[in-house]
């Protein structure tokens, strides 16, 4: 078995970002062994800083599936073939963060959008409710660019123009984030489940929990999607018929699903 879960508003609790809510399921997840693969919008420096905190050295995915990061050495496995990155065996499904950035700062003022390579620590502290070391983490990008617009009237003008650049426009909780045409977490979670299959040699069953717009690429690569109550009390639109769903929010609802599906 193989377990996908963003992070906010999935593992983590939307407003105050703690995990405590899911501790059963964790540590279900650590007793048995089942890699579970952060698929956030988060950077790398975020997702360091909470693997460590929940304890776990897995394979990650970052920025909304611009990149898949696996420990050096992680399983005993030499991965040869792939590129190596701090520590990292790691393989690109995105774009640089400068090719993004090119692209915001050409129509930044006609579409009013304001991106996190332009707020202070400050203000990305105000808009997420990150405390100063977490924003920190968060700025960080190497991929990708998440903002908020003035008038969100305009994001489909501003999607198909950023289609026309190879790129696009995807949703988080809170932010929208561009993000390079070919990268979503779906590209990346199924090349993730091939290279399991691949190493191990054997059929892998495959979960994925979200609770965004983002997360609905993921849902349509995994066996089992189950979509987390956001928290707004809602769950988001998919044409995925039958999908599970959770009866709580956030980590709760993550918790509860875990223990009640995957095992
Ligand atoms: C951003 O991501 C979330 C994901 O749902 C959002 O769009 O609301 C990212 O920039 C991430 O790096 C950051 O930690 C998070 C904070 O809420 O916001
Ligand atoms: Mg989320
Ligand atoms: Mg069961």
Do not use: W
């Given at each position: 078995?193989?377990?996908?879960?963003?992070?906010?508003?999935?593992?983590?609790?939307?407003?105050?970002?703690?995990?405590?809510?899911?501790?059963?399921?964790?540590?279900?997840?650590?007793?048995?062994?089942?890699?579970?693969?952060?698929?956030t919008?988060?950077?790398?420096a975020?997702?360091?800083?909470?693997?460590?905190?929940?304890?776990?050295?897995?394979?990650?995915?970052?920025?909304?599936?611009a990149?898949l990061?696996?420990?050096?050495?992680?399983?005993?496995?030499a991965?040869?073939?792939?590129?190596?990155?701090?520590?990292?065996?790691?393989?690109l499904?995105?774009?640089?963060y400068?090719?993004?950035?090119?692209?915001y700062e050409?129509?930044?003022?006609?579409?009013?959008?304001?991106g996190?390579?332009?707020?202070?620590?400050?203000?990305?502290?105000?808009?997420?409710?990150?405390?100063?070391?977490?924003?920190e983490?968060?700025?960080?990008?190497?991929?990708?660019?998440?903002?908020?617009?003035?008038?969100p009237?305009?994001?489909?003008?501003l999607?198909?123009?950023?289609?026309?650049?190879?790129?696009?426009?995807?949703?988080?909780?809170?932010?929208?984030?561009?993000?390079?045409?070919?990268?979503?977490k779906?590209?990346?979670?199924?090349e993730?489940?091939?290279l399991?299959?691949?190493?191990f040699?054997?059929?892998?069953?495959?979960?994925?929990?979200?609770?965004?717009?983002?997360?609905?690429p993921?849902?349509k690569n995994?066996?089992?999607?189950?979509?987390?109550?956001?928290?707004?009390?809602r769950?988001?639109?998919?044409?995925i018929?039958?999908?599970?769903?959770s009866?709580?929010?956030?980590?709760?609802?993550?918790?509860?699903?875990?223990?009640?599906?995957?095992?």
């Amino acid at each position: 078995k193989l377990i996908f879960t963003d992070l906010d508003g999935t593992l983590l609790n939307h407003d105050d970002y703690s995990f405590e809510p899911s501790l059963q399921a964790l540590n279900k997840i650590k007793e048995t062994q089942t890699p579970l693969i952060f698929t956030t919008s988060k950077t790398k420096a975020e997702v360091i800083q909470l693997q460590k905190k929940v304890g776990i050295i897995e394979p990650y995915i970052t920025e909304n599936g611009a990149a898949l990061f696996i420990p050096k050495g992680y399983q005993g496995l030499a991965l040869e073939e792939l590129e190596e990155y701090e520590g990292y065996k790691i393989i690109l499904f995105g774009k640089r963060y400068r090719d993004i950035l090119n692209f915001y700062e050409k129509y930044k003022k006609e579409f009013g959008m304001k991106g996190f390579s332009e707020m202070s620590i400050d203000e990305i502290m105000e808009l997420t409710q990150l405390d100063y070391e977490h924003a920190e983490l968060a700025k960080q990008r190497d991929f990708t660019e998440p903002f908020v617009i003035e008038d969100p009237a305009k994001i489909k003008e501003l999607q198909s123009l950023a289609q026309s650049y190879g790129l696009q426009v995807t949703q988080g909780g809170r932010f929208y984030h561009l993000i390079a045409k070919e990268q979503d977490k779906g590209v990346a979670v199924k090349e993730t489940t091939r290279l399991f299959q691949k190493l191990f040699n054997e059929d892998v069953e495959t979960f994925g929990f979200g609770d965004s717009y983002n997360d609905i690429p993921m849902f349509k690569n995994v066996d089992n999607p189950i979509i987390i109550q956001n928290h707004c009390g809602r769950y988001v639109t998919t044409d995925i018929e039958n999908i599970e769903k959770s009866t709580y929010q956030g980590s709760a609802g993550f918790n509860e699903k875990v223990l009640s599906d995957v095992f």
